[in-house]
């Protein structure tokens, strides 16, 4: 009954503003903040945008993408300490992938964008770690046990690193409690489904829709319903509708 809400204090994606980029607690029975984690160098620097989240309440550990710089920030919520790990690994950082939307190529001022890690998902026995680059088609996953430890050897974390395949450009991601991994997929307007146990990687389309413009963030319900933002990127900075938010009925 918490609700976790990362801001990237980093305007029109620009540099970040100093001492600024934070993770609230939000307690939705009070319907107030509860709690403040403040990112600060080194283990973010100015380049950085803090992006998604996933939250371990069983061993109270936070976990955050940066888009900006690429890397994982792990946080300890009990001790409030920070470290930084695979800033310097090609798994989180951006593949040099043209994002293509209706046949046209995604660019921001004329460039095409180089955005490094940015969906995130957890398994739900907090085993696992999967992440994937925007600008990249490549999904990854990683053991927790070193990860989450602070006294593990940067340099031997690789060796914990699991490349799953190709599952195409991927924004928002989802561990959906069945193995399964549930990614938003921007060039195809779809929701995807990634199974990574005996299906040799198998990628299952969810739901295609037009209506789906940049499909972003996840969330299930507690009637098995699936959330999704519609974030509308490719169109800033004028996007053509509304944003909003669709729910996607499980299979009766």
Same mark, same amino acid.
């Given at each position: 009954?918490?609700?976790?809400?990362?801001? $990237?204090?980093?305007?029109?994606?620009?540099?970040?503003?100093?001492?600024?980029?934070?993770?609230? =607690?939000?307690? #939705?029975?009070?319907?107030?903040?509860?709690?403040?984690?403040? /990112?600060?160098?080194? @283990?973010? +620097? =100015?380049?950085? !945008?803090?992006?998604?989240?996933?939250?371990?309440?069983?061993?109270?550990?936070?976990?955050?993408?940066?888009?900006?710089?690429?890397?994982?920030?792990?946080?300890?919520? =009990?001790?409030? =300490?920070?470290? &930084?790990?695979?800033?310097?690994?090609?798994?989180?950082?951006?593949? %040099?992938?043209?994002?293509?939307?209706?046949?046209?190529?995604?660019? &921001?001022?004329?460039?095409?964008?180089?955005?490094?890690?940015? %969906?995130?998902?957890?398994?739900?026995?907090?085993?696992?770690?999967? /992440?994937?680059?925007?600008?990249?088609?490549?999904? /990854?996953?990683?053991?927790?046990? *070193? #990860?989450?430890?602070? $006294? /593990?050897?940067?340099?031997?974390?690789?060796?914990?690193?699991?490349?799953?395949?190709? +599952?195409?450009?991927?924004? %928002?991601?989802? !561990?959906?409690?069945?193995?399964?991994?549930?990614?938003?997929? $921007?060039? &195809? *307007?779809?929701?995807?489904? !990634?199974?990574?146990?005996?299906?040799?990687?198998?990628?299952?389309?969810?739901?295609?829709?037009?209506?789906?413009?940049?499909?972003? +963030?996840?969330?299930?319900?507690?009637?098995? $319903?699936?959330?999704?933002?519609?974030? @509308?990127?490719?169109?800033?900075?004028?996007?053509?509708?509304? !944003?909003?938010?669709?729910?996607?009925?499980?299979? &009766?």
């Amino acid at each position: 009954d918490f609700l976790w809400v990362v801001d $990237a204090a980093a305007p029109d994606i620009g540099d970040i503003v100093p001492g600024e980029p934070n993770l609230v =607690k939000i307690d #939705l029975s009070r319907g107030a903040g509860v709690d403040t984690f403040f /990112y600060e160098e080194p @283990q973010i +620097t =100015k380049k950085s !945008y803090l992006n998604d989240v996933r939250i371990d309440t069983v061993r109270q550990l936070a976990y955050l993408t940066d888009s900006g710089t690429g890397g994982i920030i792990v946080t300890n919520l =009990k001790t409030r =300490k920070n470290h &930084r790990v695979l800033g310097d690994d090609p798994s989180t950082r951006s593949e %040099g992938t043209d994002v293509v939307i209706n046949g046209k190529p995604w660019r &921001r001022d004329g460039q095409k964008p180089s955005v490094n890690s940015d %969906g995130i998902a957890l398994s739900t026995d907090g085993q696992w770690l999967y /992440y994937h680059a925007l600008t990249g088609r490549t999904l /990854y996953r990683i053991k927790t046990q *070193h #990860l989450a430890d602070p $006294a /593990y050897p940067a340099d031997e974390l690789p060796r914990d690193i699991q490349p799953l395949g190709n +599952t195409g450009v991927c924004d %928002g991601m989802l !561990y959906d409690g069945d193995g399964r991994i549930l990614l938003a997929d $921007a060039e &195809r *307007h779809a929701i995807m489904r !990634y199974l990574p146990a005996g299906a040799g990687g198998k990628l299952q389309t969810v739901i295609q829709s037009d209506q789906l413009q940049w499909p972003d +963030t996840f969330s299930v319900g507690p009637d098995g $319903a699936l959330y999704v933002s519609i974030s @509308q990127i490719d169109t800033q900075p004028h996007p053509p509708g509304p !944003y909003k938010l669709f729910k996607v009925l499980p299979k &009766r």
